[in-house]
């Protein structure tokens, strides 16, 4: 079992940044690619970011690529999510995920575990 527990949301302006914490606990952090997921109201979940086991391999979506940042400390069983120059599209609940093999996967059901979600605002 993991569990997983996601920080770091708030209300920003359009233009700002967050940075979004998922702390691991339970079965050895490193063995699990780590993801993230958006879900906006009315909306389905969303895949934005996913990094390696190691965290030699990374991959975003269009939609945040250039403006978001993935990074895992595997010491720390912690993964980040930088956001810069967030937009009001980017309002959604966030959700952090461990599973989906080595490299990770861009579907939210290859991922084993979830975390409660933390919600970012963007206001313009």
């Known amino acids: 079992q993991v569990q997983l527990v996601e920080s770091g949301g708030g209300l920003v302006q359009a233009g700002g940044s967050l940075r979004l914490s998922c702390a691991a606990s339970?079965?050895?952090?490193?063995?699990?690619?780590m993801g993230w997921f958006r879900q906006a109201p009315g909306k389905e979940r969303e895949f934005v970011s996913v990094?390696?086991?190691?965290?030699?391999?990374?991959y975003y979506s269009v939609s945040v690529t250039g403006r978001f940042t993935i990074s895992r400390d595997n010491a720390k069983n912690t993964v980040y999510l930088q956001m810069n120059s967030l937009k009001p599209e980017d309002t959604a609940v966030y959700y952090c995920?461990?599973?989906?093999?080595?490299?990770?996967?861009?579907?939210?059901?290859?991922?084993?575990?979830w975390g409660q979600g933390t919600q970012v605002t963007v206001s313009s």
């Open positions: 339970g079965r050895a952090f490193s063995s699990y690619a």
């Open positions: 995920a461990a599973g989906a093999g080595t490299f990770g996967s861009r579907r939210f059901n290859e991922y084993d575990y």
């Open positions: 990094i390696s086991r190691s965290g030699s391999d990374t």
